[in-house]
Structure formats: structure tokens, C-alpha cells
């Protein structure tokens, strides 16, 4: 027998990380890009009343009452939407379709830090393409010939919008498929949908766990060319969202004005905090995001980090050397961020 | 551009059909092997209260309460478990961490029909060793050096065991991994957790959609060595499992009373379908699962197939050369059995 039955792709891989979900409560949590909201009361109630003996039946495998949904409120045909067990499991679905072994993916750096994880998983080759000192992007430096290229609007962990000229020039130089991970667009001026409506090679994926307060449930879907979508149906488990989930879709994007007001009180607390650390000196990555990409004064960033856990609130920081300097806040209520700038404040 | 964006193996890949979930009521479902009885009240109890705010937050990444419970219930250290999006989601792992680009992963014939759908997802080989007449299977007809090895105990569709000193003579000859798929063991007199809890290279899969009433939930883990675990943990996505699904796997594990209950139901009714049918002068193929893999007389199975679902009763019909000729008939509760039976003397 082997010492080892991995393959040696998986044998080597270094596997994603995922931010901190404590077990303790009264902690302020800033550090995983959830919504400080709760979920549209409408969701819960729905999900309530599908909540009896139908558990028994296996869920529609195809999701049609939520893609039908998401469908019309984003301009789309049915054939078009795919919905998935979060938009992670509509990326893994993406590697899965269009990247064969050795093939090679593309995306920048920084940026979601689950892209390499997933390359790695399907053995296929990976290329970092660098953000230029303010976080914009070439698309002359991005290769025609990868299988597959992904681009986070607007990125994360930096927040910087992706311009929409700039998506339309990388979609059509590129020969393979690119997906504009939009995990945060709902937070941002501008989107890639009338790109992916338009364009053969182009997936949008979206998420309902930042925008729509369901992190909890796994929700996300992509939308594009229907010959992409079926490629992903193709791969995706025969039941890959579960009918608590499909129904908590169905009701929250029934809800739009709750889902509105939620993200224009996010956007306004995003605007005030930046302000407020600005003024205190913070140098603020101009984000369209749920969070901020901020660098501290004083103390190296990572300083920062534990000073600020030992006061109970918690944010991210990505040990890389484009990220080191830096901390990922999520925006929390105004509330729990006035106590985040007054620990700031005695901190400083 | 290609005309193409699919991966070679997608493009020629034909997906897994799921049986048929209709949209309309009041037809007696015999077709997709659900347990016909609700799950424990207590899992829809402790839903309920989870059902808050706290979808905003995302889940435990690595399911700890619920891999506790498992790892308490079956006999395993917590590091021997994982758990999934269905066992469907674990059986793609098991592809994903084990199965290299054109490896070959073998599994008997008729079987689970997503088998050799995921083989070519992953761009494997598939090597099928048939069964004999009588439904038994010789270990020396595999081949030693296979990546992987699926086996279904009960086998699907025809609901046979697979004796226990076939397993550990199949796993002693395998270089490669053995994952025993119990999704029906719970109906069997006897299961593999022994033969995991001791080789190095076995695991076995569990499903809560049948013997604890699931399906619409999708919950499934695995059980085995350590080091089997870690890869499949190395490939998962970050967040597999929504918060109520988890709640809903600790919750039904905590009822194993109401769980035994259903399950001795469903065997006593599949023993007295079995009695009945072979009165009638059917052939049943000793099943220990919540199934009968039966061959009705006087017309072909697939003639019974249109005929019962005129009469509004949904089975199985695998239109395969080894199957061509039987139904598989799903245990209902007793009286849609008796319903079922009133229409075959009726078609008699």
C-alpha cells in the first residue's frame, strides 16, 4: 500500500483557510464580510412554513422556482442561472468545467485567497497577475490563452472596484472563459451583468451571504451564457442546494426593498468609517465593498490584529507581502463601529 | 474563441439523470428511495430554534458539533470524520482527493448510476466488474491497482449485501482506496463501520436522506482513517454546510429511538412486499435495503412503468441491459403498499 492515497496535487496543497468563526459570543466580529443585519424577516418566515414533513423528499435538483426568481430580477433566461451551495461551490463548478489538468488559471494578486486553493485541487497551472500601486489592473497582462481567468468586482481583499471598460476589453481578448466573482457588487456603482448577458465567455457569480445576511444558509448563483451554464449543471451534485435554502432564496430576493435598505446603511457606514480613519491618519484603500482595506499607523498591521482581539474585536490579516502592512475591517453596525474607532482611539 | 468552453470529458459527458421529483401531489412516490415517514419531530424542533438572525453568520466550516455526534454514535475520533452536502458531495470529494487525471477508479455493474458520471467529471477511467447471476461479486475480479473503488452495501438498484469477508478481502488486495457507500446499510443486517474503524484504506459513506427521513436537507459524512479524512477535508469547499443542515444531522442523532422506529417499519413492509409479490409470481431479488429490485410478469418493465404512474404511482425503471427487465420499487408506508399491490392485481 502507498504511504500516502492522495493524489500528489492534494498531497501538497496547502489548504484555504477561512476566517475565524469564534464559539464564544459578545465579540465584534469585523473579520469574515458577513452583514451586520439581520436576514429580510420575510426569509425566516418562509423558511418556517416549509419547515414540516416535506424534509423526508429530496429538494428540486435544478432550483427552478429560485433560478426562475433570479432570473427576472437580474435580466436573465432561465437557461442562463445556475444556483449553487454558496458561490464557493459555484467556483469549484467553474475549475471543474473549464480547466483541465495542467490547463492554467488566471487571476490577480491580491485577491480571494481560494482561487490558487482551487487550481491546486484540479492540478491545473496557476498565473498571478500584480494590481499596479493603485490597485488597478492591464488586461494586456493577462494571458488570452488560459482556460479560465477570475476577477473578484469589486476585489477583495482590497475593496477597489473593477472599471467596467476594463472587463469588456479582458473578455474579449480573451480565448477561455472569464468569471466576474461579484460576491461584493451589491455594495459597488456599477456590475458586470450586462456583460455576462452579452458576452460568450463571461459568468457572473454572485453571493447571498454578504448583500442578503445569509451566509448562514450557502446561496449563490452565476448567470451568463447558457452554453457555460450547462457545462456547470453538467458538474454540479444531482442536489446541491437543499430545500430550506432554495426557499430562503425565493423569499429574500422577494424582499428587495429590505435587501436595498440594508446595503445602503452598510455603504453609508462605509463611507463615514473611512472618513473617520482617514482623519485619524489610516491610510483607506478606496473600497466599493462591505469592508475596508485599511493601513494602520503606529504598529505593524499584525500588531494590530491582536491588539485589537484582546479587546474583543476581530478583523482579518492576510500574511502576504502585498497584504502584510494591511487589516480587512467588515463593516459592522454604526454602533460597533464607533466602539471599534474609540478602541482605535485609545490605541493610537 | 473555441466553440467550446467545456472541458473535453464535460463535453462528452452525459450527466446523472436524478429520479423524477414531481411538482404535482398526490401521487404515491416509489421512485427516488425516501423514507416515508417524517423525520424525528425533534429535528424540526431544533430548526426552529435555530431559525433567528444567526443566518447571517457563516457555519461552523468543519461541522464540529455534528462530526462530534457522529464520531460519539458510530465509534470513530473526531479526526476519522467528515461530513457533507449529501453523501453525493463526500463521493465527490472522494473523486476529487483520490483520483488523478486518467486514473482509473472500478465499481461493480448495475450500481449507483453517478459512478461513472463523476469517473469522467474527473477525467478517469471506469472499470466495471459485473456482478454474477445470483448478485456476488469475486474480489479477485478487481484490479489491485485502481485509485479508487466504490461499492455500494446494499448495492443499488438491486438492494444485495455485499458479505462482510468480501469487503476485507477486497480491502486487503486494494493498493488503492475503498469507499463502501452505505447509503441503505441502516435496512442491512450488518455494515462495514468495523472494516473502516481498522483499515487504512477504507472509508465508508453514510446518507441521512433515507434511514433518518433527510433527503431534503442533504446531510451525509464519512467515516475512516485519519489520514483518508484529511484529504477529503483538503478538497471540501470552506463552508459545505449550511447552519441548519448541521443542526438538523446532531438533532436526528439525537433521536436514534424514533430513528430505529422508522427503520424496523420499513423493513417489516419491505419483507411483507416481498412475501406478496412472489405469491403474485414476481421475481424479488432479496434486498436489504428500504427497496425491492423486482421482475414483474406478463408485460415488460417498462410497460409497468407507464402503466403504474397512470395510475399515479411513481417507481423506478433503469433502462440498462442488466436492469431492463425490473422495476425498483421504493418502500412506501404500508397502506400505499397495499395501494400499490391493489393496482398490479388490477394490471395483473
Known sequence: MKSSFARPCIERLRPYVPGEQPKISGLIKL??????????????????????????????????????????????????????????DILTLCLRAFVDDGAFVQFPRPTYSLYPVLTQIQNGKTREIPFDDDFALDPAAFDARASLTLVVHPNAPTGTPLPQDFLRELARRLKGVLVVDEAYADFANENALALARKARNVLVTRSFSKSFSLAGMRLGFAVGDAALVEALFKVKDSYNLDRLAQTAGVAALSDMPY???????????????????????????????????VRPPGRPAGQWLGALKIRRILVRWFDQPETRDFLRITMGTDRQMDRFLSVVDDLG
Open 259 to 293: 435587501h436595498r435598505r440594508c446595503v445602503a446603511r452598510v455603504v453609508r457606514t462605509r463611507e463615514r468609517l473611512r472618513r473617520e480613519l482617514e482623519r485619524r491618519g489610516w491610510r483607506v484603500v478606496p473600497s466599493q465593498a462591505n469592508f475596508l482595506l
Open 31 to 88: 473579520n469574515t464580510n458577513e452583514n451586520p443585519y439581520p436576514p429580510s424577516p420575510k426569509v425566516l418566515a418562509a423558511i418556517r412554513r416549509e419547515l414540516d414533513e416535506r424534509l423526508r423528499l429530496y429538494p428540486d435538483p435544478t432550483s427552478d422556482r429560485l433560478r426562475a426568481r433570479i432570473a427576472a430580477a437580474y435580466g436573465f433566461r432561465l437557461d442562463q442561472v445556475i444556483a449553487g451551495n454558496g458561490s464557493d
